[in-house]
């Protein structure tokens, strides 16, 4: 049986960033909240995305990324920052160790904290968009 799809509102998907960003401001060094960080960009990039288009839900996707795509650029943060066209100096991110910032978020969904230079520059790079998002959307 297929699972049925999720479908969010723009205003849903701004008020994720908004809980998650909260959570992750409290708590930055743990890998649970650094999750949430992750999480709150990737929902605010959507929201923009919606925004931007015009679009009423997630359902819209489909209108610009077909039926293979219907869930958009899921959580390849990249992609939402390319689609949406975010200048590089507000989401710079160099990828010195060929370690892609959508590696984050399977290594923080099984607790791996991101330390290190690569892991600062993956929070620093999320943290700019999450900056970015807070004030344009």
């Known amino acids: ?13 701004r008020n994720a960033f908004k809980a998650h960003r909260k959570i992750y401001r409290n708590q930055q060094d743990n890998p ?16 923009k995305f919606l925004q931007e288009r015009g679009y009423k839900s997630t359902q819209d996707f489909k209108k610009t990324f077909g039926e293979n795509k219907k869930h958009g650029h899921g959580h390849k ?10 200048a590089a100096h507000v989401a710079a991110y160099s990828d010195d160790q060929n370690d892609p910032i959508e ?9 791996s904290i991101l330390s290190g230079n690569n892991g600062k520059a ?3 790079y999320l943290r700019s968009i999450e900056t970015y998002l807070s004030k344009n959307i």
Not at 34 to 42: H, P, R, T
Not at 77 to 86: G, P, Q, T, Y
Not at 105 to 110: G, N, W
């Open 32 to 47: 649970s909240c650094q999750l949430l960080l992750f999480y709150a960009v990737e929902a605010g990039l959507k929201s």
């Open 103 to 111: 590696n984050a978020h399977e290594k923080l969904r099984y607790g």
């Open 77 to 86: 943060i990249s992609e939402w920052v390319a689609e949406l066209k975010i």
């Open 1 to 13: 049986m297929p699972k049925p799809e999720i479908v969010v509102n723009c205003s849903q998907l």
């Open 122 to 124: 993956q929070i620093s």
